[in-house]
């Protein structure tokens, strides 16, 4: 018999900030050589989709948001800012949190602190790359992630299911 064994190889890497978040950490968004050769007006985006483990909800503590000029008036096409969801998308259209105004702890800005109802929470930025510090390696946004306890007795969808294995008699 003959095997044939196919040598595919696909790999690829993304200009870009943002990803799967299943730990606790710190997330950040850093000015790269790619985003400086970017015209003016064009968006650089950046999307975390967070899942806490179950039992846990999503706390998040925004440290830094530099960015300038944004438009959160209402989330949408021409949305620039920062834009927090209850969920593990943005498809519902209605963020829990916007933030237009600059986030810089290291001036005593205070920490925009949001936790979630349940055990995800998507972060989405969208921002003009003429909004950004315009200096390589600059991190224009920084997060830390925790997952804490859901307060007891709190009414939410989900949580741990325990079963006993069923057993079924011999015929």
Same mark, same amino acid.
């Given at each position: 018999?003959?095997?044939?064994?196919?040598?595919?190889?696909?790999?690829?890497?993304?200009? !870009?900030?943002?990803?799967?978040?299943?730990?606790?950490?710190?997330?950040?968004?850093? *000015?790269?050589?790619?985003?400086?050769?970017?015209?003016?007006?064009?968006?650089?985006?950046?999307?975390?989709?967070?899942?806490?483990?179950?039992?846990?909800? *999503?706390?998040?503590?925004?440290?830094?948001?530099?960015?300038?000029?944004?438009?959160?008036?209402?989330?949408?096409?021409?949305?620039?800012?920062?834009?927090?969801?209850?969920?593990?998308?943005?498809?519902?259209?209605?963020?829990?949190?916007?933030?237009?105004?600059?986030?810089?702890?290291?001036?005593?800005?205070?920490?925009?602190?949001?936790?979630?109802?349940?055990?995800?929470?998507?972060?989405?930025?969208?921002?003009?790359?003429?909004?950004?510090?315009?200096?390589?390696?600059?991190?224009?946004? *920084?997060?830390?992630?925790?997952?804490?306890?859901?307060?007891? !007795?709190?009414?939410?969808?989900?949580?741990? *299911?325990?079963?006993?294995?069923?057993?079924?008699?011999?015929?």
């Amino acid at each position: 018999s003959k095997r044939e064994n196919n040598h595919f190889w696909l790999s690829w890497t993304t200009e !870009g900030c943002g990803g799967q978040l299943l730990r606790q950490g710190k997330i950040a968004a850093n *000015v790269t050589d790619h985003i400086l050769k970017l015209g003016d007006d064009d968006l650089v985006e950046c999307q975390w989709t967070i899942s806490a483990p179950a039992g846990k909800r *999503v706390q998040t503590n925004v440290s830094t948001l530099l960015s300038y000029a944004m438009n959160c008036e209402e989330y949408g096409d021409k949305f620039t800012g920062l834009a927090i969801f209850d969920d593990s998308t943005n498809s519902s259209g209605i963020p829990i949190k916007t933030q237009c105004a600059k986030i810089d702890t290291t001036f005593h800005s205070p920490v925009l602190s949001l936790a979630s109802h349940g055990g995800e929470m998507f972060i989405h930025i969208r921002v003009k790359k003429s909004q950004l510090p315009q200096s390589i390696s600059s991190s224009f946004f *920084v997060a830390t992630v925790e997952f804490i306890d859901m307060p007891e !007795g709190d009414a939410q969808c989900g949580g741990i *299911v325990h079963v006993s294995p069923v057993g079924s008699p011999s015929v």
